[in-house]
């Protein structure tokens, strides 16, 4: 039964009844037993219980009360793990004796024992803060022992969230600066204790209110301007010096930051004020024409200009934060600090402000003396003299590197889990919601994988919750490999994940990822000298199949989680069932072909390539076949796109090139002159191992690299966006022959075919088929023939099966032809006895 606020059932079987594995000794060595207090009136049941608890592999250590009044004076005096709690007790009936339990004990996991089957009750129990309701007469041990797992671990989970909210709380509170959120009805939903200093107000006190009652009459118009235009998205952010009206009535002066916390889609979600006390920057700026010991002793970089822009004077700390000394500052202009960042226009505006106001305000960039860029807040400021004549420039800045990080991390921890980085629910539900939007435009498929740890909580308990940590920390690691960069991974509780898969359009993608999530859980993590493995399960949803909305999806892959976990776990399971069906047989299908690697069942069969028109063997072409456990033969259509799908395939090219190029060797040295063709795709050439493994092979052989022949499709051939052409250049590098396989399938123009690297082009087999002089069909091959001689190429006809088209082939000049009139597939040893007629 799920343990989501449903009732669980609960039996009393004897130990043999359950397959109990035995007494509370039994439990793992030197584990902390679980402290159960069972408040229970019934002396059968209680007795029941005891025997139930000595049987879980867990060692449980069990307190009794038979009344409230007893079990509320055990909970003041001891430390409990959870409580089993029996509603009608002698002092105590119903609900009340949950919350008085709950009060007496906050944070203690409980778990009902009752014999009402009143599903109202159940739920108002789990409603009032009870982990889990179970009535008696029903289940067994295992769902009591169960229920008490999953109940403790819930409330572990829980204060980790608890925790995880605390922290991004204290980033929030600790900030130097004052924060505050507001909607977009201007009023404020959250304010930092700096803020609430800063204007003196107790805690809480400024919420629900507009920024309008904390601004100066004369600042308040241009605030209400930039925050309105802020929130109609006719800017990006905003900024302004304003005075602040504190709760006392005085005034601060401070320099607001207007911006934007948008989703995942760039959608406004709340405004985000940051305002920094600068009142004694005002006072300051007021000061420095009468007391130049002031601007020596200012925190913010100050420098002062001529009329023309010749650095003057400078400040401490303009040294301290840019790295230039006054003697390597003074006589230069402000261009000795240019960043590069900002375009003519930007400049052109300052000038502007400059000119018709005599003071520009904000944020560049600046470079320091050391070569390192880093953004600033700069305020200039024009000094007239009593003919009102511009005689200085007064700049004040400040290094504002530490905001902007604070910023960045107070925008991450909103969106990811602090823990593993991965995203949290809130940036989850965004992109599942992008992601159903791009699928229903586009007319495919979004799978969310609903993944839950099997027994994660016995890793904590046997290692502790650091090493826990780290091995979560790890697998977020592993699960993000499993995805494309374009897919989301999330963690949505303590052991609990969800993938959301976009943009597919066949159910398989979905069965290969949960098979990759699986197979990673498989693979030990070493953390500090254990090695630990994980099982999970793994419930799959699909849009639009199993829901059209995020919610329907999220309760389709959590209900397919339980099947899976109901079949054992360490599995996945789709929705639909009849997926189910398909995907076990592809996993099925999957597992046998990674045996029969293992096993080695792998064979390799050799078709001629012969010279025409005297037909001599030149060349063997190994081809793949499986034979199975039960000795069939299985031909590579039945099996290649699933070795493909599932990434096996460098495997089972590395394990054919193996065998072939040993075999060609052994017949090279026999004195037979014949060499070797093998096909490679696209995946084996960007595969480096392969690469690798593949050059060792070769050059380990004694074959000659100029005896092999490496088929490729057109796609290897032609470079295209990303794709990585050094495994091919590997090829050519070792003496390798390359040949364009299936010509005149593909659809490269006779210009491109000039520049492919392939030094023989392969008729492909379609063009011989129904080839009769002089036919279209004739024609074409005519062309290809005389097109690849004019290219200076070798040409093969492939699939020649009759005499007539080995006589057409010699009469257009073809030299090489292959197919069933000259020899079919076969193993080895036959392959042998031709070379020998021959």
Not at 274 to 296: P, S, Y
Not at 323 to 342: D, K
Not at 492 to 509: N, Q, Y
Request: proline content about 3%; some cysteine; overall charge negative.
């Amino acid at each position: 039964m799920s343990d989501r606020q449903t009732a669980s059932a609960l039996n009393m079987p004897t130990s043999a009844e359950t397959g109990a594995i035995g007494p509370v000794a039994s439990g793992p060595a030197g584990a902390r037993p679980l402290r159960v207090l069972m408040v229970e009136d019934n002396p059968g049941d209680a007795r029941l219980v005891r025997v139930m608890l000595s049987e879980s592999p867990v060692p449980f250590e069990a307190s009794e009360a038979a009344r409230l009044g007893d079990a509320l004076q055990l909970l003041s005096q001891e430390r409990f793990d959870v409580a089993l709690l029996d509603l009608g007790l002698p002092d105590s009936l119903g609900l009340d004796t949950l919350k008085r339990v709950m009060a007496a004990a906050p944070g203690l996991p409980i778990v009902i024992l009752t014999g009402n089957s009143d599903d109202r009750m159940a739920l108002d129990a789990l409603e009032q803060g009870a982990q889990d309701y179970l009535v008696k007469g029903w289940g067994g041990a295992e769902a009591l022992q169960r229920a008490i797992r999953y109940a403790i671990e819930r409330g572990r989970t829980e204060e980790k969230l608890k925790q995880s909210e605390s922290m991004f709380r204290a980033i929030f509170e600790q900030a130097a600066l004052g924060i505050t959120l507001f909607g977009f009805d201007r009023k404020l939903v959250a304010a930092n204790h700096a803020i609430e200093r800063m204007l003196g107000y107790e805690s809480g006190k400024m919420l629900g209110s507009t920024s309008d009652q904390f601004t100066h009459p004369d600042d308040a118009a241009e605030s209400v301007r930039l925050t309105s235009e802020l929130i109609q998205g006719r800017r990006d952010h905003a900024s302004q010096e304003k005075r602040f009206l504190r709760q006392d009535g005085t005034t601060l002066w401070g320099r607001l930051s207007l911006s934007l916390v948008r989703d995942a889609q760039g959608q406004p979600k709340l405004g985000l004020a940051i305002v920094e006390n600068i009142d004694e920057r005002k006072k300051l700026e007021e000061r420095m024409r009468l007391d130049a010991r002031v601007i020596t002793a200012a925190s913010e970089g100050v420098f002062v200009t001529d009329a023309k822009r010749v650095i003057l004077q400078v400040n401490p700390a303009f040294s301290r934060i840019t790295g230039y000394e006054a003697h390597e500052a003074v006589g230069q202009t402000p261009n000795l600090l240019a960043s590069g960042r900002h375009s003519h226009e930007f400049f052109e505006r300052l000038e502007a402000a400059l000119a018709s106001a005599g003071a520009w305000q904000g944020e560049l960039w600046n470079r320091r003396k050391s070569g390192e860029v880093f953004p600033c807040w700069l305020d200039i400021s024009a000094v007239r003299n009593e003919r009102d004549e511009i005689v200085n420039y007064v700049a004040v800045f400040h290094d504002i590197t530490a905001r902007k990080q604070n910023e960045e991390r107070l925008t991450f921890l909103a969106n990811h889990d602090p823990l593993t980085g991965l995203a949290n629910r809130i940036l989850y539900e965004e992109r599942i919601e992008r992601a159903l939007a791009r699928a229903k435009r586009a007319a495919l498929k979004v799978a969310l994988l609903f993944l839950d740890l099997d027994g994660f909580k016995s890793v904590n308990e046997r290692f502790g919750h650091p090493v826990g940590d780290v091995l979560l920390q790890r697998l977020a690691e592993r699960l993000t490999l499993c995805v494309r960069q374009g897919d989301t991974v999330a963690r949505i509780s303590g052991d609990e994940f969800l993938l959301v898969v976009e943009d597919i359009d066949d159910f398989r993608i979905a069965a290969t990822v949960a098979r990759k999530a699986l197979d990673t859980l498989k693979e030990p993590f070493h953390i500090e000298g254990h090695a630990i493995k994980l099982d999970g399960s793994i419930g799959i949803a699909l849009y639009p199949d199993d829901g059209l909305e995020a919610t329907q999806l999220y309760k389709a892959a959590d209900t397919a989680m339980y099947k899976a976990k109901r079949m054992g776990g360490n599995d996945a399971r789709f929705f639909c069932d009849d997926l189910n069906g398909r995907a076990i047989e592809r996993l099925v299908m999957e597992r046998k072909l990674a045996e029969a690697l293992e096993r080695d069942e792998i064979e390799v069969y050799y078709q001629p390539v012969v010279a025409l028109p005297d037909g001599k063997i030149v060349a063997a072409e190994a081809l793949v076949r499986w034979r199975q456990a039960d000795g069939q033969l299985a031909q590579p259509g039945a099996f290649l796109d699933i070795v493909r799908q599932a990434g096996m395939m460098p495997e089972l090219a590395v394990r054919v090139s193996e065998k072939a190029i040993a075999q060609v060797a052994g017949w090279q040295k026999a004195g037979y002159q014949v060499g070797l063709i093998l096909n490679l795709g696209d995946e084996e050439l960007e595969n480096e191992s392969f690469v690798a493994k593949f050059a060792a092979l070769l050059t380990g052989s004694g074959l000659s690299p100029g005896a092999v022949e490496v088929d490729l499709a057109e796609s290897a051939l032609v470079p295209a966006g990303h794709r990585d052409m050094l495994g091919l250049e590997r090829l050519k590098a070792l003496g390798v022959h390359l040949a364009l396989d299936n010509f005149g399938s593909g659809f490269s123009s006779i210009a491109q075919l000039g520049r492919l690297p392939a030094e023989c082009f392969k008729i492909d087999h379609s063009f011989l088929r129904d080839v009769k002089e002089p036919g279209d069909e004739a024609k074409m091959v005519s062309a290809i023939i005389g097109l690849t001689r004019s290219l200076k190429r070798k040409v093969v006809a492939k699939g020649v099966e009759n005499e007539a088209q080995k006589g057409f082939l010699i009469r257009q000049g073809c030299e090489l032809a292959q197919g069933y009139l000259f020899g079919r597939p076969v193993p080895a040893d036959e392959f042998e006895k031709l070379l020998k007629d021959a």
